[in-house]
């Protein structure tokens, strides 16, 4: 099994990403990075916080007694693997073959609950399909049961310990507390990275608590199980915070005319870029013409894109312009939609499914450890990757598995 970690995002979601990398890493103990006292000595002095905030006595003494902080997060924090990735490298690891073909199975299995959030919150199935994709690999149940790690312990030591973000891992902490408190979660069931995000979209405590519903009607909130609460809390948040508009997509790719569009940052209308000469890569019509976007070329020679509000929506739930674009391509290709038209400079085209895993088995008949040979490329198929790359002399030594790399491992002895 190969888990996705994702790269170059926002401080928030970053330290969830690289969780997943973190969460299979072999345990070592490593005391806490700054720490005036005892551990179990800040458990008693922390105690009234929470109390503060709602959480009871007998709650707190259940699930913080005797709690051992899990140390191996300080570790994570400081041993991260280095990959530098191209935005076309970083799409197509992201917007993959299994991501594709698995969102299109996950797409007719959950259609009746992707067109009741539609109905509810105006928030697109492919925007929903594209979260899901990218957050949790829709929820894959082998990446809970095998990969993630108990969350409490971790956000305990981060409080305790990590001195750069402690007033945030503090909160997050709390915030776990008062779902025990509320009954919406057990804290052995809250499994999830080291950074505290859990289920099916990667809530961090403060999103279930404050973003998540009780949206299958079990009389509970939660991210694990059933999609629905997950999904249809994630759609909400795109709403109430994001203020996604109901029936409007979130953008086009386009091409651009000769001399350049001239139009800066500016937002306007589909129609004003139209007249200005800008049209849809694809060479279909805008549906909306009034509606307003803005350009958006994100490496000079490669394709550009109209950019409405729902990409914004969609960016604040990681502001990261390449991870929301990451989403909204994914859900557009499991809802049938095409590869983007043009090229950026120096990119491969995505490998197939069969071809990923036949990478992952060369690798394994090389001594290489991938993790596996399921398709998916995660942080071991990238580390076995960026192995054989400096023993062959392949540069840049980048992690990448392409067709290019693959050309390189058949033809290697």
């Known amino acids: 099994m190969n888990i996705p970690i994702t790269l170059r995002l926002t401080r928030r979601k970053a330290l969830q990403a690289l969780a997943w990398a973190a969460a299979f890493a072999p345990p070592t103990t490593v005391q806490a990075q700054s720490s005036k006292e005892p551990f179990d000595q800040w458990v008693a002095a922390f105690r009234p916080r929470a109390i503060a905030r709602g959480v009871s006595d007998a709650t707190y003494t259940r699930v913080m007694h005797g709690l051992k902080p899990d140390t191996t997060v300080f570790e994570q924090l400081r041993n991260q693997p280095e990959f530098s990735e191209q935005l076309w490298q970083y799409l197509n690891r992201r917007v993959s073959d299994w991501r594709i073909v698995t ?31 990218i957050e949790s690999a829709y929820g894959d149940p082998l990446v809970q049961q095998n990969h993630m790690r108990p969350v409490i312990p971790a956000l305990a030591a981060l409080a305790w310990g990590e001195p750069r973000r402690r007033p945030y891992w503090e909160q997050e902490l709390l915030n776990a507390l008062i779902i025990i408190n509320r009954g919406w979660g057990a804290p052995e069931e809250m499994n999830g990275s080291w950074a505290g995000a859990m289920g099916h979209t990667q809530w961090m405590p403060e999103v279930w608590l404050n973003m998540g519903f009780d949206y299958d009607g079990d009389g509970r909130v939660s991210p694990f199980g059933k999609p629905d609460d997950a999904l249809g809390s994630t759609a909400r948040y795109l709403v109430q915070r994001g203020k ?80 929301t674009l990451s989403i909204v391509h994914l859900g557009d290709r499991v809802m049938g939609g095409e590869p983007f038209v043009q090229k950026f400079p120096g990119s491969e085209r995505p490998p197939t499914l069969a071809e990923v895993q036949e990478i992952q088995r060369r690798l394994t008949a090389h001594g290489y450890d991938t993790g596996g040979t399921d398709g998916r490329v995660g942080n071991d198929t990238m580390l076995a990757v960026q192995n054989f790359q400096r023993k062959i002399g392949m540069l840049p030594a980048d992690g990448y598995a392409g067709v290019g790399l693959l050309a390189r491992l058949r033809e290697a002895r």
């Open 103 to 133: 969102g299109k199975e996950k797409a007719k299995e959950y259609a009746p609950l992707l067109a009741r959030i539609e109905k509810d919150f105006g928030v697109e199935r492919s925007v929903m399909l594209g979260v899901w994709g």
């Open 244 to 323: 996604y508009r109901r029936g409007e997509h979130w953008g086009f790719e386009v091409r651009l005319p000769a001399a350049g569009s001239g139009a800066g940052d500016a937002s306007q209308s589909y129609a004003a870029w139209q007249k200005a000469g800008v049209s849809r890569a694809d060479g279909q019509n805008f549906p909306q013409p009034d509606a307003t976007a803005k350009l958006w070329v994100p490496i000079k020679g490669g394709p550009a894109f109209l950019l409405g509000p729902n990409f914004y929506a969609v960016r604040s739930y990681n502001p990261s312009m390449n991870y």
